[in-house]
């Protein structure tokens, strides 16, 4: 990138579809996890409603990976064209306030709301040694292995985006570097030696992050690609995910398939999704600008919804019994979904106005007291 087109995509607008993009994808995370039950072949046995349960849990299953996207691009985005040595330490220092310490506060919240929840525990069975442990892979609450994975890309990010500021070669084939690196070690996983934890360590999931990135670092180019060819991607991307789910759902009749399909299905489906989606919600923000409102309004809020979601999801569970007809288990179910989003996203609403607030109450005691005059 020479001179005058790096000083043309300086100072680049909020992309704000991607909240609409955040929202749909923290949907699918309460879909998974309000569809568990559902889709439990010990809990409902082999039946047309576990199949169906089954099938819409793997459908939602690419926001995991949506999230990573994501997190690639806007992180591209926002410092490729302003990156330098400079910038790192502030980087970090941020994703401590805003990602770690969060971390830290929500693992030891579900540890001792997990003691809780098991009447056969209380808090003196409360174990600093396991906490740690579970702190450690994101155990402590079963969502949390996500933080985990995202606290390794901001450990890696720096390094990534000094060789794509370096190197155009590296810049133009990031996407190809990403996919190396997962496949290499889903081989070495598979077949070379034994993985704790692979599901939050960063690399099963690389080349959605890198994928990520590239959109990130070429976002105008890609916005005009992907509205000339929706045609054919959404279908395609939306037949990955029909083909995981029904791999999966196959797998109840004892038909089975290589890993290596639900893996490359997984990553395809996840990258596909995002692209669409991105080019849905711009649609939304130009077509039904009502619905582009309230999911905007939910995406802006998606990480507090994500982080305290399950803790509704498990008190509905805890004292609600399941009731014992296929009818009453989906209206239970519906119910559950339902108060699973909107508790956490009222709620992340509300904190994040008083947040707000606060911010323009403390900048407006910082200005000068002529201040209002010199501003007439």
């Not at 003691?115 to 994101?138: I, N, P, S, V």
């Not at 279908?235 to 797998?251: N, Q, R, V, W």
Request: with cysteine.
């Amino acid at each position: 990138m020479n001179k005058r087109q790096r000083l043309n995509t300086m100072n680049r607008p909020k992309i704000a579809e991607l909240d609409i993009v955040r929202a749909l994808a923290i949907i699918a995370v309460v879909l998974i996890h309000g569809t568990s039950d559902g889709s439990s072949y010990a809990l409902m046995g082999k039946s047309t409603t576990q199949l169906l349960y089954l099938f819409v849990n793997k459908m939602a299953i690419f926001a995991v990976p949506l999230f990573i996207m994501i997190s690639g691009l806007v992180l591209f985005y926002v410092y490729y064209d302003s990156w330098n040595a400079k910038k790192i330490a502030p980087f970090y220092l941020k994703r401590i306030r805003t990602v770690l310490i969060p971390y830290l506060i929500w693992s030891f919240f579900y540890y001792g709301f997990n003691l809780f929840l098991d009447k056969t525990m209380d808090y003196t069975d409360f174990r600093w040694a396991d906490f740690f442990e579970q702190l450690t892979w994101g155990e402590s609450g079963y969502h949390l292995y996500f933080m985990v994975i995202i606290i390794q890309i901001y450990l890696l990010f720096p390094l990534l985006m000094t060789l794509a500021r370096s190197f155009a070669w590296f810049r133009r084939s990031l996407i190809f570097w990403g996919l190396l690196i997962q496949i290499s070690f889903y081989i070495y996983s598979q077949y070379l030696g034994q993985v704790d934890h692979r599901a939050a360590v960063c690399w099963t999931y690389f080349s959605l992050f890198t994928f990520g990135g590239f959109l990130g670092i070429y976002y105008a180019q890609f916005r005009l690609w992907i509205d000339k060819h929706i045609k054919w991607v959404f279908p395609l991307g939306a037949s990955f995910g029909f083909a995981y789910a029904i791999m999966y759902t196959l797998s109840q009749y004892q038909i089975y398939f290589d890993n290596a399909w639900f893996e490359l299905l997984f990553t395809i489906y996840g990258m596909a999704a995002g692209v669409c989606f991105i080019w849905l919600a711009g649609r939304l923000m130009i077509g039904v600008s009502k619905l582009a409102a309230i999911l905007t309004s939910l995406g802006m809020v998606s990480f507090g919804v994500y982080l305290f979601h399950p803790a509704i999801l498990s008190i509905w569970r805890t004292y609600i019994p399941l009731p014992g007809s296929i009818t009453l288990f989906n209206l239970y179910s519906l119910a559950g979904l339902v108060l699973t989003l909107v508790i956490p996203w009222s709620l992340a609403q509300v904190f994040r106005n008083i947040a707000a607030k606060s911010k323009t109450r403390e900048r407006l005691n910082s200005m000068p007291n002529d201040s209002a005059v010199q501003s007439g």
